[in-house]
């Protein structure tokens, strides 16, 4: 549930030309989610800093009782990246394509739904980063 408070002028309450101020409200951080920024930013910190994969988040929260599925954390995780985390991660990339030297790791994963492919075939996560030369 989404909430705003709408106020009225208690001195033009009684007048012919009543005030009113409203309080449009706090956009959704995902359309149609009940994910609050500080959720999503609590499901990302457990998952990436703690290390807590999102199935032992989904038991913590049924402890709690909240029924948040790990599917639903793991799409808002994924719009976040796409929509509030690209203009950064492409700032940083651009930066690091100017350094002389990096380091680069190529790990192949398996990714079960990946459109166009079969679970079967090989992926890859590339992981870059520089040397320490000055920079």
């Not at 990714?111 to 992981?127: A, D, F, H, N």
């Amino acid at each position: 549930d989404y909430y705003a408070t709408t106020y009225e002028c208690p001195q033009c309450k009684e007048t012919e030309d009543p005030r009113f101020i409203k309080d449009e409200g706090t956009p959704a951080l995902i359309p149609g989610s009940y994910a609050s920024s500080g959720l999503a930013a609590h499901v990302m910190y457990y998952k990436y800093v703690m290390s807590m994969p999102l199935y032992r988040q989904e038991k913590d929260f049924e402890h709690l009782g909240v029924k948040i599925s790990r599917t639903a954390m793991a799409s808002w995780i994924i719009y976040c990246a796409e929509n509030y985390f690209l203009p950064m991660y492409e700032y940083l990339h651009r930066k690091l394509l100017k350094r002389r030297y990096l380091m680069a790791d190529e790990t192949p994963i398996q990714v079960l739904k990946e459109e166009g492919r079969r679970p079967q075939s090989k992926s890859y996560v590339w992981l870059v980063r520089t040397g320490d030369n000055g920079g």
